[in-house]
């Protein structure tokens, strides 16, 4: 998919761009497989903010999307291509030989009428789910289970993909998009190819108004701030942080601080550590 650009009509568009959407469905094919998405902005049971930076937004229905791929076995037919609002790629609609429909991430490449399916017999295509003992090393999958049965946990943003690079004994060696390399047992299913909608990264928003829109409030920097709401705050006109590294509104170390536990029980599944950018 391509990036628009309007015209400079206001100030709000003479940088804004846009996601070319004319390959997908104009609207939602199925009412049935979508939910209005509550919105809490931030706030927990007694009204107290919690989770800064959230406010209010554009009203969103959640599609109900298939993790698990778990009609093994049944081809299926990709009827439709659509945008989602709550995530940054795009789904398609596939069309079960029993008659059922569900939502499936789309992978980059797929097109309207290819035929899919979820099985261990599988050919290693865009768009089949198969487990990783069937998967050949070096190809890209996304939608990757953590646990056998659980559904897919990660790999699921738009653009990225993880590359099988070795197999040994019950696991396979999996490189994440985030440089780490893992240990994923043989038996978890994933979806090969690339997930769709690459381009997204590139999108500039142009105003903010439209970043209130997605319900994302402002972020105030700590050294803006007085001294009693931040440990950056306070000093007499532009001041620095005034501290050897910097801290969270709460005092803890940022930048640079590990916060994974030490006994963490994936950690022997870790082979390489993620590079820090």
Request: aromatic share 4%.
């Amino acid at each position: 998919m391509s990036i628009r650009r309007g015209k400079p009509v206001t100030p709000g568009s003479r940088h804004r761009t846009r996601m070319d959407y004319s390959g997908l469905a104009k609207k939602p094919s199925i009412k049935r497989m979508r939910r209005i998405l509550s919105k809490h902005s931030g706030r927990n049971s007694s009204g107290r903010v919690t989770v800064r930076h959230q406010g209010g937004r554009q009203k969103r229905f959640l599609r109900l999307l298939d993790f698990r791929r778990d009609k093994r076995g049944i081809i299926a037919r990709v009827e439709a291509l659509e945008y989602d609002p709550n995530r940054t790629a795009n789904i398609a609609l596939l069309v079960y030989g029993d008659g059922e429909k569900r939502y499936i991430l789309a992978p980059d490449g797929l097109k309207k009428g290819d035929k899919l399916v979820a099985s261990d017999k599988a050919e290693p295509k865009i768009g089949n789910a198969l487990p990783l003992a069937k998967i050949p090393v070096g190809v890209p999958i996304h939608n990757l289970e953590m646990r056998p049965g659980k559904g897919g946990q990660i790999i699921r943003s738009a653009g990225v993909a993880a590359i099988i690079q070795a197999k040994e004994n019950d696991f396979a060696n999996v490189l994440l998009p985030s440089t780490e390399i893992r240990r994923i047992p043989l038996t978890c299913y994933a979806t090969i190819g690339q997930v769709s909608n690459q381009e997204w990264k590139n999108i500039s928003l142009g105003k903010a108004g439209r970043k209130r829109h997605m319900g994302i409030r402002p972020s105030v920097r700590g050294v803006a701030q007085n001294p009693n709401s931040h440990p950056h705050g306070g000093g007499e006109g532009r001041s620095g942080i005034g501290m050897p590294s910097p801290k969270s509104p709460w005092g803890k170390p940022t930048l640079g601080k590990k916060t994974r536990k030490d006994r963490r029980y994936s950690t022997k599944y870790i082979i390489s550590k993620r590079k820090r950018k």
